[in-house]
């Protein structure tokens, strides 16, 4: 289970979920920062659960105080980015350890993908994705989660490797 908050995860979960045939469920809580676990209980109760199952919660911290609500929530693994997915997308690129705002992580990002849009994954950035991916694993442990810049996002990628 991947819970979300906005529609580039959504689309980036889907790519993995295709890359790699893995039965993801994606939960998605669009613009909603009001996760709990009450919440995750309650999607949950629609699926038939397994002892493999494993909960992810994927967030940006751009969001005052997601951080502290997010590690609050009890047997979850935490793919939270500072400041956003896209620093996640450059890391498939480029090393990147300078603090940066939403807006400056996607402007370098499209520096690599120049027709990145938000909430979508083109051709380009599928490709961009395949090819890096080891090297944003290795550059994302580089960096101090949940400082900014971070992202743990790279726990998903070698949960899904190692299933």
Known sequence: FVFCEGETEIAYIQ???????VPIQIIPRKSDSNISCRY????????ELTD????????DLDVAGMFEKLKCIPDT?????????ELWFLL????????????????AYKSYS?????????IKDMQILAVGE????????????PNN???SVYKLIEAIIEA
């Open 15 to 21: 790519y993995l979920r295709s890359k790699y045939r």
């Open 40 to 47: 995750i209980e309650n999607c949950k109760r629609d699926y």
């Open 52 to 59: 493999r199952d494993r909960t992810f919660l994927m967030y």
């Open 77 to 85: 693994t935490l793919l939270v980015s500072n400041p956003c997915i």
């Open 92 to 107: 498939h690129c480029r090393s990147f350890k300078v603090e940066c705002n939403q807006q400056s992580c996607v402007k």
């Open 114 to 122: 120049e027709h990145y849009s938000k909430g979508k994954l083109g």
């Open 134 to 145: 080891s090297d944003a694993v290795i550059r994302a442990k580089g960096l101090c989660s």
């Open 149 to 151: 810049p971070s992202t």
